[in-house]
Every structure is written in structure tokens, then in C-alpha cells.
């Protein structure tokens, strides 16, 4: 069977700015990777001048490639080698002279004649040595000794001449290749032409972000079931993982081979820029230290403030504040832990860099953003705090005298039309008249000490960001509210207890009987005496409902409004945690750092049955139409395939649905489901959806040197790490 070979070749080495044109022959390193025994597929790192590596000796690139090759990452490393893959050397067939006027040089037009003496040359030279050309010989003896011994070497051969793009100078054309022992001389090739991934840059990813499935109103044609069905001879993974780490095998390949060397020039400017690092890590350390030593000691305050009463009654009203608080203390102390980089290995790899970097820095953009909110209406409610506590003043009299008075004296006249019962409406009008009257007085007692609640919201907005006055509103809303909320839950038990009877009654009209233990209506025969006694009891309660229900359904309605409030509040602070704030200013300045999927540009197809119908889809980048039918005439049992990579990029709403969808992972439908049936059978509504917050870290507690030490190496070897 025909040997199917892809060669993944960087786009540089074919550039008109590329220097390995210069060079009569290169050794190029990357990765054999081998899926089947018909299947190969040869990633290309980097090229080097052959010559100039031949200084160095065998040893020192030997320990070269090795230093390369451990800093790889584990899963690129535990499957395939990094090593020399073969030579780049150039067409002597085809060669011209540079011109010595400067002027530029223009691309033969290869005839019929041309193609079949250079195939000829080539012929001929693998009919004088077993390895195919005397230039690639003397390399393959000289760096075999680096290689492993079961190796594989490919011969690419360099023509300027066949590509007179700006952007692309010259495609790599195969000559032979060893594998598995043997010398390939045909095979189907498939050149694919790839941008290098750099951090900061671009790279590449098999992720597809795909949206909501839709119902589409054509039938899904069988081709694609069997397509999707359809085994692939492709480690796609690992070629798309080598692809992104081809940058780092170079850098850890010249730094090894000390190459790639700081210019004198800068090196006054470098230990400047190093000296002003390290003070100013040791700044924000020391900084740090004195955070983490009084956030220690608030911690062992509350600790023990834990044993009394009224430190637990405080808590559990203002359950919300002190959650967002614990929070933002664990962000502040774990902020050197994030920083820091822990796993060096896996950086090599531009994807795996670009989702740690995102990663490192999503938690301190929501603590900047939130901290920037925070001093915005900190500043503003701190310098007004008395125009807004007369405002909530007025707003509150306005609702107790306007709304909830009104309203009870309403209900216990003849609301909408509707005929109640005189005696009931009055004794629960009074009930909630009086337990109005107590709150307002409650309130005008205590109305002076939210000037100092709404100092303190403005100050731990400045100081901890925006998030804290919101969760404290939310207590403070809910503290506000605790007399509609207390009368609600009244009229919900009453109204309850009236729906339970009036079912157990109507049960007993129609001779069915619940039973509690295995959940479910068995039939029942009643005596008279029960049908009796469930008449009597039967006509008050229908009667007597109505009432009981317009003040539950009042009351009702100011709780929900109440509850709609707070999960107002609550969408809010969940929405500033998870917005990825870096993600989007990245993804504003740089889209390509959001890669989804892969797609190819195929600017060249040569095969033996190919017409003019086929060329239709080519375009600058490739020959002309006559160029290539000569070469289809030459080489008919041959397949050249020569294509572009590129890369899809995710859209907004992909970059940021994804993190607000988390945020309701908590909210189900049986929870929707169930606050409504609450509502109609009169039981307790949940004020809280469970939209999701960050998960509190534990606690730390290490010794104030060591984590001053920890914030030190975090800032400074995240400076080296991006130099």
C-alpha cells in the first residue's frame, strides 16, 4: 500500500526573508510521528545551517537535543522523540547564480524537457549511493550518532524557483526519506504550511466551541454519519501539541547551545530592569507580609468571637457579607500561590502557556475590576452618605405608610368588589396593623445608625471592593424587610393549614384515603358520622378561604417583590466574580489567542488524473496552470498535496457565555418548579437561586518570613519567566 506522508512545515523556512536559502544544506529537527504502517506525519521545529552546527561537535548537540527534549511537555514526550528529522538541501539541477547587479531573480518556467533531466540527475544519484545524494550522505554519517538507533531521516530538496510570492519564496519538495529500515522513494505527500505558534501570538487548538444545538428542518444526510464513523490514520493530538511547542524546542535548542546570548549593549539596561524587579518584589512583599499579619489577626478575633451568641446571631444575619468577605481574604492571601508557576514542563507548549497565563490571571482582573467598582461608588456613597440615608428613610415611610397600611386597611373592606368575611378581615387586618406599628417604631429608634452602615458600606467598597456593600445590601434589605417577611410566613402557615383541610375533606367526599407510607390514594370507606362531621367542617373552611387568601396574596407579592430584590443583588456580585474581564480586553487587543479548530487552505493539488476543471480553486500563492500540467505529465505517480493552516477564532459570546452559564448551575428547574407550587400551596419560597460564587479557599497559616519569601519568588520569577 502507498505510504501517505504529511510534512508540517514552518512558514518561515519558506519566506523570501528566510536565511536557509542561503545555506546550501540544513539539518532539521522536529518529530516523527507514525500512526499506522501507511501513515506518517513529520513535524519541522526549526531548520540549522549544517555547517555551522558542525563546529560544536557531536556531543554538544547531542546534550543539545536532549535539553530540548526534556523540556517537552510529558504527553508530547512519553510518545514521541524530538530529534534531527532530516536535511533541507538545495536543487543543484535548478540552482542559479545570484545575480551580481542585485536585481531581483525570477522564477524559471520549468518545461517538459527541464522536469525529466532533473529527474534523471536524481535517478542517477541514488543508482551511485544507497542513501540517495552525495551532499546528504556525508550529513546522514555525521549525525547519526546523536539520533536514537531505530531513526528516521527524511531528504527535502530546496528550489527557489518553483514560487515567486512575496509571502512564500519556496515549497520543500521530497526526494526520500528512511523508515522502518527502509528507503521511500514514492509516496503521497501532503505539505502543510504552518504559522509558528509564539506566546502572546497565536496557536493552535482542536477545541471547537460550538453553540446550542437547533433543530434543523432538513434531514442530516448519511455521508456525514459515515464520516464522523470513519477511522483516521492521524494522531491529530500530538501533531497539533508538537506544532505548539516548536518554538520552545528552538529557544531550548540556542540556549543550550549558547547561541542566543544578550547583547552587550543591553546588558546595563537587563540588570537596571532586574535591579528595579527585585525591589519592587520585595516592596509588594513586604506589603503583603503587613496585609497578611493583620488579616491573621482579624481571623483569630472571629475565632474566638465564635463562642459567644451574639457573634453567631451576627453571622447568620449577615451570612452574605461575611461569605464575600472570607472570599476576598482568601484571594488577598492566595495571591503569590496563583503568580507563581509551577509547572515549567508544560509552558513549552504555547496552548498549555496562553491557558495557565488566563488562567493566573483571571482571579486578580476580577479583583482589580472589582476593586475599581468598589472605589467608584465608595467614593461617591461616602461623600453623600447623608443624602442617601434621608432618601432610604423617605423610601421606607413612603412603603409602610403608602403600601402596607393602605393595603391592610383595604383588604379589610371590600377589596376589588370581593364580599369577606367582616369578623376574619378585621382580626387579621389588626394583627398586621400592629406588627406595622411596631416596626415603624423600631425603625425610627435605630433610623441614625444607618448613616454609619452606609460609612462603613463606602469604606469596605474603597478598601475590598464592590462586592462586600452588595452583599451587605442584601442583609440589610432582608433586615429591612423582616416584618413583610414574618407576616408572610404568618398568613402562609394559615393558608397552608386551610389548603391541607380542605384537600383531606374532599378526599373524604369521594371515599380516598392517603397513605403516608407508601405515597399514595387508597380507597376508604367512611362511616355517616365521618361524612357528617367532614360536612360541618367542609363549608366554614370554603368559606373562610377567600379572605385567608387575599392576605396571603398580598403579602405574597411584597415578600416576592422583597426576593426579586436580593436575587437582583445576588445576579449582580455573581456577574462581577465571573466575568473574565482579561479574556475580554484579550480577546478586544488580540483575537488569535482564542483559537477554535483548524480548517486548510489548499493552494496546490498535483496528481496523474488531473484536468483543468481541478484548478479552478487556485490562487496566487501557487504556479501557473501550464507550469503544473507539465509537472502532472512528469510525475503522474506521484500525489503533491500543498495547503495552508490556519486557525478558527472564537467569537465574544463564546469567550464569555461560557463563564456566565457556570453561574447558574445551581438554579435547576425543579427549583423555578417548586418556588411556584410554594407559592399556590402556601409553603416557605427560597430567597436564594444558588448562583454560584468562587469556592472559598482554606485558610493560611504559615509564618510571616516564609510568606514573605513565597511573595518575593513569585513576582521575581515571573518577571524572568516573561523575559
Request: aromatic share 12%.
Amino acid at each position: 500500500m502507498r505510504i501517505k506522508c504529511r510534512i508540517w512545515w514552518p512558514r518561515h523556512l519558506s519566506s523570501s526573508e528566510s536565511s536557509v536559502s542561503l545555506f546550501s544544506n540544513c539539518l532539521l529537527f522536529g518529530w516523527f510521528l507514525s500512526s499506522s504502517s501507511t501513515s506518517l506525519d513529520i513535524v519541522v521545529a526549526f531548520a540549522f545551517d549544517g555547517d555551522c552546527l558542525s563546529h560544536y561537535g557531536e556531543s554538544a548537540l547531542e546534550e543539545a537535543i536532549h535539553h530540548a527534549r526534556q523540556g517537552m511537555p510529558l504527553e508530547l514526550q512519553d510518545k514521541y522523540v524530538f530529534s534531527i528529522v532530516g536535511s533541507y538541501v538545495q536543487n543543484i539541477a535548478t540552482t542559479k547564480a545570484p545575480l551580481v547587479d542585485g536585481s531581483e531573480r525570477r522564477p524559471c518556467i520549468h518545461n517538459k524537457e527541464c522536469l525529466q533531466n532533473r529527474q534523471n540527475i536524481n535517478a542517477e544519484s541514488c543508482r551511485q549511493l544507497g542513501c540517495g545524494c552525495q551532499e546528504h550522505d556525508q550529513l546522514q554519517k555525521q549525525y547519526r550518532q546523536p539520533l536514537p538507533q531505530d531513526t528516521s531521516w527524511i531528504q527535502l530538496v530546496y528550489d527557489s524557483c518553483r514560487y515567486s510570492s512575496k509571502e512564500i519564496c519556496c515549497i520543500p519538495e521530497f526526494h526520500h526519506m528512511h523508515w522502518n529500515g527502509k528507503m521511500v522513494s514514492q509516496c503521497d505527500l501532503h505539505v502543510v504550511v504552518y504559522e509558528t505558534p509564539t506566546f502572546g501570538g497565536h496557536h493552535l487548538s482542536l477545541n471547537i466551541c460550538s453553540s446550542k444545538n437547533q433543530k434543523s428542518c432538513s434531514k442530516r444526510p448519511n455521508w456525514l454519519d459515515e464520516l464522523h464513523q470513519k477511522h483516521l490514520n492521524l494522531d491529530l493530538d500530538a501533531v497539533i501539541m508538537a506544532v505548539n511547542s516548536a518554538a520552545a524546542a528552538h529557544m531550548l535548542f540556542q540556549a543550550n547551545l549558547g547561541l542566543k546570548r544578550p547583547c552587550r549593549r543591553f546588558l546595563i539596561v537587563y540588570m537596571f530592569s532586574k535591579f528595579f524587579w527585585q525591589l519592587l518584589a520585595g516592596v509588594i512583599a513586604s506589603f503583603s507580609t503587613v496585609l497578611y499579619i493583620a488579616l491573621q489577626f482579624f481571623h483569630r478575633f472571629t475565632r474566638y468571637g465564635s463562642k459567644v451568641w451574639m457573634y453567631s446571631a451576627l453571622t447568620k444575619v449577615f451570612s452574605n457579607t461575611c461569605k464575600n468577605i472570607q472570599i476576598r481574604c482568601c484571594q488577598f492571601l492566595y495571591w503569590p500561590i496563583f503568580l507563581k508557576e509551577t509547572d515549567l514542563r508544560s509552558q513549552s507548549c504555547v496552548e498549555y502557556a496562553e491557558k495557565a497565563a488566563v488562567k493566573r490571571n483571571s482571579v486578580w482582573a476580577s479583583v482589580a475590576v472589582d476593586i475599581i467598582l468598589g472605589n467608584l461608588v465608595g467614593f461617591v456613597l461616602l461623600s453623600n452618605a447623608e443624602c442617601v440615608c434621608r432618601l432610604v428613610s423617605d423610601l421606607a415611610s413612603h412603603i409602610t405608610d403608602d403600601v402596607l397600611r393602605s393595603g391592610c386597611v383595604w383588604l379589610m373592606g371590600v377589596p376589588a368588589g370581593f364580599k369577606l368575611n367582616t369578623e376574619l378581615a378585621g382580626v387579621l387586618g389588626m394583627i398586621s396593623l400592629n406588627a406595622i406599628q411596631i416596626w415603624s417604631t423600631l425603625w425610627s429608634s435605630v433610623e441614625h445608625i444607618f448613616y454609619y452602615v452606609f460609612k462603613l458600606a463606602a469604606l469596605s467598597g474603597i478598601f475590598l471592593g464592590m462586592t462586600i456593600p452588595a452583599a451587605l445590601v442584601m442583609d440589610m434589605i432582608s433586615i429591612v424587610a423582616l416584618h413583610v417577611s414574618t407576616l408572610r410566613l404568618l398568613f402562609s402557615v394559615l393558608y397552608s393549614h386551610q389548603i391541607q383541610a380542605f384537600t383531606a375533606l374532599w378526599r373524604l367526599f369521594r371515599g380516598w384515603k392517603w397513605n403516608p407510607l407508601r405515597h399514595r390514594l387508597d380507597s376508604y370507606d367512611y362511616t355517616v358520622e365521618q361524612h357528617i362531621v367532614g360536612s360541618l367542617l367542609f363549608t366554614p373552611l370554603l368559606l373562610l378561604l377567600p379572605t385567608t387568601s387575599v392576605f396571603y396574596i398580598f403579602f405574597t407579592i411584597m415578600n416576592t417583590t422583597v426576593i426579586f430584590l436580593l436575587l437582583l443583588v445576588e445576579v449582580t456580585i455573581s456577574l462581577i466574580h465571573a466575568t473574565p474581564y482579561n479574556k475580554i480586553c484579550l480577546w478586544l487587543v488580540r483575537s488569535k489567542r482564542f483559537p477554535s479548530g483548524i480548517w486548510l487552505e489548499i493552494i496546490r493539488c498535483q496528481n496523474a488524473s488531473i484536468t483543468k476543471s481541478d484548478f479552478g480553486f487556485l490562487n496566487q500563492f501557487g504556479p501557473t496552470l501550464e507550469n503544473m500540467q507539465q509537472d502532472a505529465e512528469v510525475n503522474a505517480d506521484k500525489m503533491v498535496l500543498i495547503s495552508f493552516l490556519h486557525s478558527n477564532i472564537l467569537t465574544f459570546g463564546q469567550v464569555v457565555l461560557p463563564h456566565y452559564r457556570s453561574i447558574c448551575l445551581g438554579v435547576h428547574r425543579s427549583t423555578i418548579a417548586s418556588s411556584f407550587y410554594g407559592v399556590f400551596t402556601g409553603k416557605r419560597i427560597p430567597t436564594k437561586m444558588g448562583f454560584g460564587l468562587p469556592s472559598a479557599m482554606p485558610w493560611m497559616v504559615i509564618p510571616y518570613k516564609e510568606y514573605w519569601f513565597i511573595c518575593y519568588d513569585s513576582v521575581v520569577s515571573n518577571m524572568l519567566s516573561r523575559q
